[in-house]
């Protein structure tokens, strides 16, 4: 299938220093392409992959499960630490949960994430549920575009296949575990009112990380998509300044304009 106009995996070759960013759950990679497309344009090498299952059909996602997505996120971490003396994970809900496993599991390689809205826990009484419910139903409604600008959408399925959403529930029960083992500084921003994740999701990755190195940003404008909303300009220079603290040289090298 063609991926959906707009859906596209995005790279750019810049300087030493390199972000991988990771997109959200049945989303694509236009959620974060002008935050990729801001970093890119000061001096940073860029990788914004697009999950298998993503960015065409939600039938194509049904085959695939957290294992895919992860594998996907890991292979492009790898890609950029062969070639960068730096990388930051950035992620954005689902995404925030793949950047905190690649903390956990790559250890200093990674020098620190970013995450916005981050996923950590499948929530309410359907959750329960989902272990016996997928067998009997494909799908429910969809997740994207939980935007409070108006006129800015988020291109994603509008089901959500249910093998899917447990294979989820899974992976997000597997970060939680390993939440401890992520030391790496951390810049967190969450929105006082997101419909899609939880503020708890936020508290309790907060509470169970062992950086030492946080910081905060409450995000008053912006519901769940908040790279997309009126926060993302802010979320942009935030995240940023917090690379370029960690690393001197953002903006010494590399090309300034997109690829």
């Known amino acids: 299938m063609p991926v959906l106009p707009g859906a596209e995996p995005y790279r750019h070759e810049g300087g030493e220093t390199g972000v991988l960013l990771c997109h959200g759950f049945t989303g694509s990679p236009q959620s974060l392409r002008p935050w990729a497309g801001y970093l890119a344009a000061r001096g940073l090498t860029v990788s914004l ?124 029960r597997l970060v939680d575990r390993e939440l401890p083992q992520v030391t790496q500084p951390l810049l967190l921003l969450h929105s006082a009112q997101d419909h899609v994740v939880r503020p708890a999701d936020s508290v309790r990755i907060l509470s169970r990380v062992s950086s030492t190195d946080i910081e905060e940003v409450l995000l008053e404008q912006s519901y769940h998509v908040a790279t997309l909303d009126h926060d993302a300009e802010r979320i942009f220079e935030k995240s940023h300044a917090f690379i370029g603290r960690l690393a001197p040289s953002v903006g010494m090298k590399g090309s300034t304009t997109g690829g």
């Open 49 to 172: 992959p697009l999950l298998p299952g993503h960015g065409t059909r939600w039938q194509d996602m049904q085959v695939t499960g957290w294992q895919d997505w992860y594998a996907e996120v890991d292979r492009e971490l790898r890609a950029l630490l062969d070639r960068c003396e730096r990388v930051f994970v950035l992620g954005l809900s689902m995404g925030g949960a793949l950047a905190l496993r690649l903390a956990a599991k790559h250890g200093h390689s990674v020098s620190g994430i970013v995450l916005v809205n981050p996923l950590n826990k499948v929530h309410g009484l359907a959750a329960q549920a989902l272990p016996v419910a997928r067998h009997l139903v494909r799908t429910t409604k969809g997740v994207t575009s939980d935007i409070a600008l108006g006129g800015s959408e988020e291109i994603g399925y509008d089901r959500v296949p249910l093998d899917c959403a447990h294979s989820l529930r899974r992976f997000c």
